[in-house]
């Protein structure tokens, strides 16, 4: 009997010891499951602000692009509006360049072979040249620009010769 008691009281400590193991890994891995529950609950926390904040970016993005749409066809309107009352006030105040008055005076039967662009597209082309390439807003002269108009444009400023190209040509830079 006192063997048996022995072997019981030592199966009992082994069961005991077992018993505490277990009882510390049941609270390691509880420990360890309310850690993972804690940072998934903060993840979808993190998840459902950012999925917010994304929202909110992209209405305030597709309002602003709305705002500068507004604003593109606006200044696109104003510089039609723009470019008509410049096209009416040169119309009434520079009459388009005479092509049969000048070959009358140098006794040329022969038709000239270029036709004379008005000041009206001389400037349109000026100022679409500056607007679309400022990196390079200069415009060649051709034959088809009447002279007094570019000596007008240049003695009064408003346009300015290439420093080394005396055969190009930009609107000065107002805006800057």
Do not use: C
């Not at 570019?150 to 830079?173: K, S, T, V, W």
Request: hydrophobic residues 30%; charged residues 35%.
């Amino acid at each position: 009997l006192q063997k048996v008691k022995n072997d019981l009281e030592m199966v009992l400590l082994t069961v005991r010891s077992k018993n505490k193991q277990l009882e510390e890994d049941l609270k390691r891995e509880q420990q360890w499951y309310e850690e993972q529950k804690q940072l998934l609950d903060t993840l979808t926390k993190t998840e459902g602000e950012t999925k917010t904040h994304d929202e909110q970016l992209s209405t305030k993005r597709e309002k602003e692009f709305g705002e500068l749409k507004n604003k593109f066809l606006k200044l696109k309107t104003y510089k039609k509006e723009l470019l008509s009352a410049l096209g009416e006030f040169l119309d009434e105040h520079y009459s388009p360049p005479e092509t049969g008055g000048a070959t009358k005076n140098k006794n040329s039967s022969a038709e000239p072979a270029v036709e004379l662009i008005t000041l009206q597209e001389i400037l349109e082309l000026l100022i679409n040249n500056l607007i679309i390439k400022p990196h390079d807003p200069y415009v060649t002269i051709s034959e088809s620009f009447w002279p007094p108009y570019l000596e007008l444009l240049l003695r009064y400023g408003i346009a300015l010769r290439h420093p080394e190209d005396p055969n190009r040509m930009r609107l000065e830079a107002f805006h800057k």
